[in-house]
């Protein structure tokens, strides 16, 4: 890997045999092109269609399924076997469905960092493709490029370059070609330097090519991520290791019944026969469905709230994260630099307002101040508005007068930020630099310079002119003489000077970005628009300080809110200096002094993993990392058994949103290849969408147990009723279409239901799960198990009792057929929760499951009392008296459970005192 800031521009001009003023000759770039490639990532092979839709047919339990669609069909069981069959083909569609729909989505949020760019070649510029640059041209860049290539820079003029995306500093960095770094220097601090995925905010330069492609940082970078394991979520492990289980389990205690059977004497053929039928109805073949449906319908519900799921178990895996990693710059932040403060006439006003919006007050002791009135604070404001070159826009669209006044939903800024951030402040007083030029146009301006660290513009017209001046508070204070104290200019005492540094020392203090701003009247021989320079930045009246800074989203302290009420970590890594990370994570309440640790990076280059393993848990502020850094934060964290998001929008986020649990990629600001190695991408880029993604993803788990536990429950109480019945030396209770019917009725609609049941109200106040806890756990084995006794007693109970008592198998197998169904429609609404009844949940808050379970009741009436369907299931009608008796012995502890909530809230009602 070449250093290319250890080198001097002579050395990589020879290096690359290019002319400075000539660039390369059209040969000189095929043969480079051939040698090099174009500059672009490597894409990966995409996989064909047909091969996504076959590997949905590839886990074990669609396998067994299909062999239990073979095995129906063999029994001429046509109806159930095109049931399963359908069951599966859904399955397999809904999952190829749902990622291709996320793919095509994310190819919408997709843009080209730099589709053209500008070089000298065979002597002329020329604008070409940015994939056909290649090592050795002369690349002309200006205010507003997006860069494609990395660059050493050969000359540069004002140049400053945004590189957020891929060092997370959030500021711009200003260039200079003529410096030399070392080995040490961070990616951050190579100032000759410019990188592919950056952009320019101001000036102008011009850079020799010196990678391109994979070669890049950027792609570096990529190449990190294809190293980056994929490991299966948490429900992935669990439901396979649930479905194995359950297989294996009810083939077992099936083989056991058909053993029995033929030991008590009944026919070889007819035990086989419903031993088979009994293991198809006991599989649970819904399984699969039921969480795929589950999950799809959450990831809808997630797309219509702005969150793209690449992959269905992906809102699983965020319903059982424990930390969240979160990048600062643009995820926790607004990423548009905001006037917070400004110090102008002896006080101190807060400005409020978000972003680039132009709504907003200036506030003295926190009472709305009158600007009319405030004339020091004008005469600052229109500093800040008038040395700048930024433009304020609207839907990407230069707007000025009343319409900047109308409600927009999109501002931005075209420039540099940091004088978007004036301009905004200003356009909060109503002040306008286009208005201002109407009458006074700008002569000249002498241009911001890192040595200089300052910026000079002049206005006028008529002999009258002025100089405004902006720029560090130490440079521009050596330059004044006077001090605007509102209506009157007075001489800068060192009683003022120190009270200004005061102010200066207490915005830096919270972290703000502090500019001075500085003014001076000229006379017509002082104005020489073709020789402006800095001379005449001095004797200059003192205008005012003013304060920015990348402030925190306004909806993203309560969601973190949310997340510490739900026993969820967040925690900020940034590339961004220590200082103000802690002051944004400080606001945020991420970051608290006496309980908290802030980690630098060069602390972090110190610490071996074991080390780093003994903090971890209690580091909230990661500052000035590598994407390296990063990594290591997420696998320290791994290793401390949590299940960790990543949230990030640049380059840098990429391989540890890879190597997360789960990653989260920002859709707006966001990076293409953040994006590919993520596996949920936010389209609005809104943090709080993250805490709504974990809460359905812990309601879309929570569907899965109370699935599972109404699954098994009732297959447990079918083959147990099969079971006892043999035991006892009763002919079969059930016929092998009876069960194959009840599985049918009850393992179709009402299951689905079930699993798209509304969120618990109490489900974001409860701790994460514990990502290595059983499916079972929480006491939901011993209720399968109580609930499947009782269903098999029941069934048998009823069957017993009518074949004993009026000697009639016929109408024992009928009254047990319908006990069996209805046991389990009442069951169904019990599973709606683990801790509270039925009623307390509240009968009809899912109507969907209201109108499954209606229709299997009458689905199972008109197997009871059809002709035709008499016939092929051996049903006889049923009197009255059987329905009651049927009922009673189905239902009666949801019958119990509710007459007690009757009673509960009859005796609430009681106790409420009476109103007057």
């Known amino acids: ?87 599966v083909i859904i399955n397999a569609i809904l999952g190829f469905v749902q990622e291709y729909r996320a793919e095509k989505s994310l190819q919408a949020l997709q843009k080209l960092s730099a589709p053209t760019a500008r070089v000298l070649r065979n002597g002329n510029l020329q604008q070409i493709p940015a994939r056909e640059l290649v090592p050795g041209d002369i690349l002309i860049i200006e205010t507003g490029d997006k860069l494609a290539a990395d660059c050493r820079l050969i000359e540069t003029k004002g140049l400053e370059i945004e590189e957020a995306a891929l060092t997370g500093e959030s500021l711009p960095v200003s260039k200079a070609a003529s410096l030399l770094c070392n080995e040490a220097s961070a990616l951050g601090d190579r100032k000759n330097m410019v990188y592919a995925g950056t952009s320019v905010t101001r000036g102008r330069g011009t850079a020799i090519v010196c990678d391109t492609g994979m070669r890049t940082e950027v792609g570096r970078i990529a190449d990190m991520l294809q190293t980056a ?82 992959k269905l178990p992906a809102v699983e895996t965020l319903g059982c994260t424990t930390v969240i990693c979160s990048d600062k710059t643009g995820t926790l932040t607004q990423n548009t630099m905001t006037v917070r403060q400004v110090f102008a006439g002896s006080h101190a006003f807060e400005v409020t307002g978000n972003g680039y919006d132009i709504k907003g007050e200036f506030l003295l002791n926190q009472a709305k101040v009158n600007l009319q009135r405030e004339k020091a604070l004008q005469v600052c404001l229109t500093v800040g508005a008038l040395c700048n070159n930024s433009v304020l826009k609207r839907n990407n669209v230069g707007i000025s007068g009343l319409w900047r006044r109308a409600q927009a939903d999109s501002w931005s800024i075209e420039g540099d930020p940091t004088e978007g951030a004036l301009v905004v ?44 001046t902006k720029g560090a508070a130490d440079t521009v204070m050596e330059v004044c003489k006077y001090y605007n104290k509102g209506n009157v200019e007075v001489i800068l005492t060192p009683e003022m000077k ?48 003013i304060g920015m800074i990348d402030p925190p989203r306004s909806e993203v302290k309560q969601a973190i809110l949310s997340c510490r009420q739900a026993g969820i970590k967040t925690v900020m890594i940034t590339g961004d200096h220590r200082d103000t990370a802690i002051a944004i994570a400080s606001e ?142 009763f002919p079969l209770p059930l016929l092998p279409v009876q069960i194959l019917w009840v599985n049918l009725v009850t393992d179709g609609f009402p299951a689905m239901a079930l699993g798209i049941d509304p969120n618990q109200r109490d489900i974001m106040q409860r701790p994460p799960r514990n990502p290595e806890e059983s499916v079972f756990s929480r006491g939901l084995s011993r209720k399968i198990i109580m609930r499947g006794i009782q269903i098999s007693c029941s069934t048998v109970g009823i069957f017993a009792l009518v074949y004993l008592l009026q000697d009639n198998l016929q109408l024992a197998r009928t009254m047990a057929f319908v006990t069996l169904v209805l046991s389990q429609m009442f069951h169904v609404f019990d599973c709606r929760s683990e801790i509270f009844t039925a009623f307390e949940v509240g009968l009809t808050k899912n109507k969907y499951l209201v109108l499954a379970v209606t229709g299997s009741v009458l689905m199972q009436i008109g197997v009871v009392y059809h002709p035709f369907f008499q016939g092929i299931f051996q049903t006889v009608p049923m009197s009255l008296f059987d329905w009651l008796l ?18 509960r809230k009859k005796r609430y009602m009681f106790s409420q005192p009476k109103r007057a």
Not at 426 to 438: L, P, S
Not at 620 to 625: D, G, I
Not at 626 to 655: C, E, F, Q, W
């Open 229 to 310: 394991e994929q490991e299966p979520t948490p429900l992935e492990i669990r439901l396979a290791k649930l479905g194995h289980l359950l297989v294996w389990g009810c083939l077992a205690v099936c083989l056991v019944v058909v053993l029995t059977g033929i030991w008590k004497g009944e026919p070889l053929f007819l035990m086989c026969m419903a031993g088979i039928s009994l293991a198809v109805a006991a599989i649970p073949e819904g399984l699969p469905a039921i969480v795929t449906v589950s999950l799809a319908l959450g990831v809808q519900r997630m797309i219509r709230r702005n969150a793209i799921i690449r």
């Open 498 to 545: 120190e009270q200004i540094m005061t102010a200066h020392d207490g915005m830096a203090s919270q972290a703000l970005r502090v500019l001075a701003l500085a003014y001076r009247k000229l006379g017509p021989q002082q104005v020489n628009k073709d020789a402006l320079d800095e001379s005449v930045e001095r004797d200059m009246v003192f205008a005012g300080l």
């Open 886 to 903: 049927v009922v009673a012995i189905s239902g009666w502890t949801f019958i119990t459970s509710g007459v007690r909530y009757a009673f």
């Open 425 to 468: 402040a200003a356009g909060k007083a109503g002040i306008w630099r286009e208005t201002v030029e109407k009458t006074q146009p700008r002569l000249g301006e002498v241009p911001f310079t890192s040595e200089r660290r300052c910026m000079s513009v002049v206005y006028g017209q008529k002999g009258l002119y002025t100089l405004y």
């Open 588 to 729: 945020l309440q991420i970051y608290q002094e006496n309980s908290s640790y802030a980690l630098a990076g060069h602390e972090l280059e110190k610490l071996d993993d074991k080390e780093l393993d003994k903090i971890v848990d209690q580091v909230a502020v990661y500052a000035r990392v590598s994407p390296a850094h990063k990594l290591r934060i997420v696998k320290a964290l791994k290793r401390r058994g949590h299940v960790v998001a990543m949230t990030g929008d640049g380059i840098n986020d990429a391989p540890a949103i890879k190597e997360a649990n789960i990653g989260v990629a920002m859709g707006k600001a966001g990076t293409d290849v953040t994006k590919e190695a993520s596996a949920m991408v936010l389209a609005d880029d809104n943090f709080t969408t993250i805490v709504a993604a974990i809460e359905e993803g812990r309601g879309i788990y929570e569907n899965i147990r109370k699935f599972i536990r109404y699954l098994l429950s009732c297959n447990l109480g079918e083959v147990l009723t099969m079971f006892i019945a043999s035991l006892l030396g």
């Open 1 to 87: 890997m070449e250093q290319w800031h250890r080198r001097t521009v002579d050395e990589i001009i020879g290096f690359w045999q290019t002319e400075v003023n000539e660039g390369l000759s059209s040969k000189e770039v095929k043969e480079k092109l051939q040698r090099f490639g174009f500059n672009e990532m490597a894409a990966q092979e995409k996989i064909a269609w047909w091969k996504k839709l076959v590997a949905q047919f590839q886990d074990f339990m669609v396998l067994v399924l299909l062999a239990a669609t073979l095995i129906s069909a063999f029994l001429g069981e046509f109806a159930d076997a095109a049931t399963i069959l359908i069951i």
